[in-house]
Structure formats: C-alpha cells, structure tokens
C-alpha cells in the first residue's frame, strides 16, 4: 500500500510516462461489463439517445480533425449491442467521449476518486467511450499533467517527449490543445515524419483494464481504442508552471478571436467552423485584457518563490517512491525505430486514396491557417508572453 502523500509526490514529478500496474483502485465500476455499465447508463437517460461521434475506418491524408466526423444518435443500450454484433464495426468508429462524469448516475460514479493519487480533491475527471478505431489526433496539453485510468477494453498511446520535432498547429484550435499536423490515423507518406522515432523519442503502450498511465506535462499522444473501451482520466494542474501557459492561451485566443472576426471573404459561419474545434464555439466571450495582469503577477510571484516540485529535495522523493513500488511503476521504454515505422505502415492501409483532405479543406483556408500558426507558433507565444511578464515587472517595480 503506497501512502497517498508518497504517491501524489511520485506521479508530480514524473519526467517520463509511467504505467501504474498492481495498483488497486477501490472504484466499484471495476465490478461491472462494459455491458453493465451502459444498461446503467441507458436507465439513468431514461432510454434516450446521446450524440456519438463517427467517422469512417478509411481516412484521408491529414489527421482525424473534428470536421471530418459525424453526430449520430444512439442509446447507451444501442451502443452496447453494436459492440456485440460481428463486424459491427468494420467500417465506423463511435465515440461518447471527453464529457464530464457528472452525467453519471450517482451509484457509479460515488466511487470514482483520485484520492489514492494524493488528489482527493480532482474533480475535473472526464470519460472517454468508444468503439475500435475511435481516436484523438496527435497533441499535448498546455496545462497540468494527465492520469488515466484504463477501466474497460484495450487503448493503445503513442506518445513522444516535448523536445520532439513534430510540427504544432493551432487550427483547429481548442483551448488548452496544441495539435500536431502529422497524421498518425491513416498515414499516406512516411516523409512527413522526418526524424520522429530515429532518436529514441517515440514511447508506446497499451493499457489493460485497470492500467494507468500517467503523462508528463507537454508530452505528445496519440490514443486510439482496440477493443470497446471506456476510460476515466483527470488533469492535475501543475500551479506554478500553468499560469503562464494560461497567459499563452489568452496570447492566442485574442489573436484567433481578432484574425477571425473578419470572414467577408467567406460564406457566413465557415471560417469559424474549419479554425475552431466545435467545443469551442459556445465558448461564452471573455474581456481577455483583464485576464493579463492578474495572470502575469502571478506568474512573478512564482518566479519568486520557485517551483516545489522542482526542489531537489521533491525530485530526490518522487525517484525513491517509484524505485521503492517497481511492481508498481513501469517506466516506459522508447521503441525502436522499425517498430515506429511499422505502427505507421500498417496504421496506412487505412489511408483512403480518394479522399483528398488537403484539397477538400480548401487553399481559401489556409493562407488564415498560415498566419494564425505563424503568430500562435508555440515559441512566438512563449517569447511574447516572457516580454510582457518583464513589462509587468518593470510597471511594479
């Protein structure tokens, strides 16, 4: 049994993923099928549909974006005897995913609890359901650090260090995402991704049920379900460090908002709809200016005072906890190169030859794309957010 303050310091400050196996997590979801689990479901939305996204097993060039998927409705009950059905899933994938378990019913979700994490108190925790091929394009998160919890079915990741030279787009743009342009899904040319996996920088691994992994801040993944899966997963903010990657984000929804608000060249509504994720477009309006200052002073104060988790001593903690459980903490290993290269190769037979998704996006789109990437680039933002930080030191001073 590790000691909750020993676990919370150990996961903080894992530099690299960590695949918690033998780690027993008292959730009473983890005496139900998957079966059990959506009746449940079904019951508690009074046998109503919910909006599942889809899209085709063939895919074209670029990335799995939002503006390539479908809604459909179905039932929680339909959903399960889909999985059942032999080939159900051949040509679709379905995903209910990155929605808040507030929507549980209370006998499910009473249990669900990070406080063996050290975190008794998270309460951003999301669920993600799916089908086989249900997948989230290539990213990282801006804030926090990720813990996730495998609860049904198999989930493979893919993920690769911050240092590691794939390309970040901000169009989509979601809030706090920073995509990457390579297309893991359905590659078409192995070109686009030059050096990635040549230096040891590509990690793989799937999760069982009751795996879990847990992401460093800033590490790019690629998750797709194997089997139907249904995962529970929490951010942890990391304070001291999310405060300026906050001031960034407010760097780059002005610029977007402002770079934007100008579509006389287009058809009413479709700029919007290829720059923003649709999660963001009910995103009620915020007077950014003055969300500034107050996020740059903070940002001072830590400089201050420093990081904690930072500290030698935290370090020094977190290495003997995770030495002390090996059963416990697997560390993940780089692949080798040829392994990279053939996830890619057999990820491709999925790649649809006639499905041009660079043409379909339009060029009218991407001279827009090109700047909002050029002004948004995550070092531009970094510089800028640095050089208002110190004009706000100067004005205080």
């Known amino acids: 049994m590790i000691d909750p303050a020993d676990m919370k310091i150990a996961v903080s400050t894992a530099a690299v993923p960590y695949v ?18 959506c009746q449940k479901m079904h019951e508690h939305t009074r046998s109503e549909a919910v909006q599942f996204t889809s899209g085709t097993m063939k895919h074209c060039d670029t990335p799995y ?32 995913s990155y929605r808040d378990i507030v929507v549980w019913p209370d006998t499910l ?21 799916g089908s086989p091929g249900a997948n989230t394009p290539c990213h990282y ?7 996730v919890v495998q609860v049904f079915g198999r989930k493979s990741w893919l993920l690769f260090p911050p240092s590691t030279p794939l390309t970040p787009t901000r169009v989509p743009f979601e809030e706090s995402s920073v995509y990457c342009t390579q297309n893991f899904y359905s590659p078409d040319r192995m070109e686009q991704f030059g050096d990635v996996g040549k230096n040891r920088d590509a990690f793989e691994v799937i999760l069982n049920p009751g795996d879990v992994l847990i992401v460093p801040a ?7 379900n194997l089997d139907t899966s249904l995962t529970v997963n929490t951010w942890i903010p990391l304070d001291a460090k999310d405060c300026l990657a906050r001031l960034g984000e407010c760097f780059i929804r002005m610029q977007i908002d402002q770079i934007t608000a100008d579509d006389s060249d287009f058809i009413a509504g479709e700029l919007r709809n290829y720059i923003y994720n649709p999660n963001e477009m009910n995103e009620p309006d915020l007077n950014l200016m003055n969300l500034f200052k107050p996020l740059a002073d903070v940002v001072i104060e830590n400089t201050k005072n420093g990081d904690p988790l930072d500290s030698h001593e935290s370090q020094q903690c977190g290495r003997t906890v995770r030495d002390k459980f090996l059963n416990v903490f697997c560390k993940l290993e780089p692949v080798s190169h040829d392994r990279f290269r053939q996830i890619l190769l057999q990820n ?3 790649y649809n030859h006639s499905f041009d998704g660079r043409r379909l996006s339009g060029s009218k789109f991407k001279e827009v794309e090109n700047i909002i990437n050029a002004v948004c680039h995550p070092k531009t933002v970094t510089s800028a957010c640095q050089l208002y930080v110190q004009q706000v030191r100067n004005q205080n001073s």
């Open 20 to 37: 918690l196996r033998n780690f027993q997590l008292d959730w009473d979801i983890f005496q139900l099928s998957i079966d059990e689990w």
């Open 65 to 96: 974006w939002e503006r390539f998927r479908t809604h459909e409705q179905l039932t929680f009950q339909e959903f399960a005897k889909k999985s059942k059905e032999d080939n159900a899933f051949k040509d679709r994938w379905y995903s209910h």
């Open 218 to 224: 800033h590490w790019w993944h690629y998750v797709e």
């Open 141 to 147: 998160d801006t804030y926090g650090f990720n813990i």
């Open 109 to 129: 979700k009473k249990s669900i609890s990070f406080a063996k994490f050290g975190f008794e108190n998270a309460n951003d925790i999301l669920f993600w359901l």
């Open 348 to 350: 491709s037979i999925r």
